[in-house]
């Protein structure tokens, strides 16, 4: 069997290394590192493990985002997708994810011929896990989210779908749009022939014309999400150990606690 699969990989910034301004509140992006986003590895890992099965697999990774989203490009081709698409214009910047999954179910529909789109669920940066559903809701195919087991029997895929309290079991047929979490798999490493390969790769950038999409639909003009407030939570305070002899004492000491603070009565 010989899938044609699209994984959308966001890069994100190192949230180990986020610092905030202090006076905007704002993350401060410049020279912080950026990576791929996490739920994005475990979507990779699940096109890749697919391909080794069926080796004629052939896995395309789109990314929008600025010029150099081409190094997450070029890092899931090392670790053995086939090709890699920037979205990338002037036009698409500022894009909220309804904008986004616009920008980004255009190059769908230019590449054409596919299986299986994987996302991540969530993007570590904005968070919303809004993108995947609402590219599926764009291109008019099932879609089924927080994919944590995925098998494929024909062109019927069987998944696990995680709930808060259990899970599903979901049959769906192909085309369809899975966003993966983090139970997924354990994403593999780069290889180092994949680094050669992929460093001498053509990596294509489409942007608003390639795309020929209305400029109506994206970038910040035509994003209907508005951020009113951004801020920093405030640092919690040192958390406080109750150290008793047995467990009776020091729930004693907890409730006496609890009660001298107003937080039960
Ligand atoms: C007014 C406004 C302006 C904004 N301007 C910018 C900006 O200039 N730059 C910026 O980075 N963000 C910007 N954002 C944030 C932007 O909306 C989101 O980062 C983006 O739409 C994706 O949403 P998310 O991060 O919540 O992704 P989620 O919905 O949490 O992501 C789920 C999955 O969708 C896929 N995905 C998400 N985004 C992309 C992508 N870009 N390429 C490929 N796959 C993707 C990934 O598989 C990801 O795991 C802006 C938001 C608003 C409201």
Request: contains cysteine; proline residues 5%.
């Amino acid at each position: 069997m010989a899938l044609k699969i699209i994984v959308c990989a966001k890069q994100v910034p190192d949230t180990n290394e986020v610092k905030i301004d202090p006076v905007k509140n704002t993350l401060i992006r410049e020279g912080v590192p950026s990576i791929l986003n996490h739920d994005d590895a475990n979507a990779m890992e699940e096109a890749l493990t697919i391909k080794d099965m069926y080796p004629d697999t052939h896995i395309t990774v789109i990314t929008m985002g600025p010029p150099q989203a081409k190094d997450l490009l070029i890092e899931c081709m090392a670790m053995g997708a086939d090709e890699g698409i920037l979205v990338s214009d002037r036009a698409l910047g500022g894009s909220d994810t309804w904008a986004t999954s616009n920008a980004l179910a255009a190059a769908v529909r230019k590449i054409g011929d596919y299986d299986l789109i994987f996302a991540g669920r969530q993007a570590i940066d904005g968070d919303t896990a809004q993108v995947g559903p609402q590219l599926a809701e764009k291109l008019d195919i099932p879609q089924v989210t927080y994919v944590s087991e995925f098998s494929l029997n024909g062109r019927e895929v069987t998944v696990k779908r995680a709930l808060e309290d259990g899970y599903e079991l979901i049959k769906i047929q192909l085309p369809c749009m899975l966003t993966a979490i983090k139970e997924l798999n354990t994403p593999r490493y780069m290889s180092i022939g994949g680094i050669f390969d992929a460093v001498k790769h053509e990596i294509p950038t489409w942007g608003a014309k390639e795309l020929a999409i209305d400029l109506d639909t994206v970038g910040l003009e035509a994003s209907p999400t508005n951020v009113f407030r951004s801020f920093t939570p405030a640092a919690k305070g040192k958390g406080k150990m109750l150290e008793f002899d047995t467990v009776q004492e020091t729930a004693k000491a907890l409730l006496g606690q609890l009660l001298e603070k107003h937080v039960i009565s």
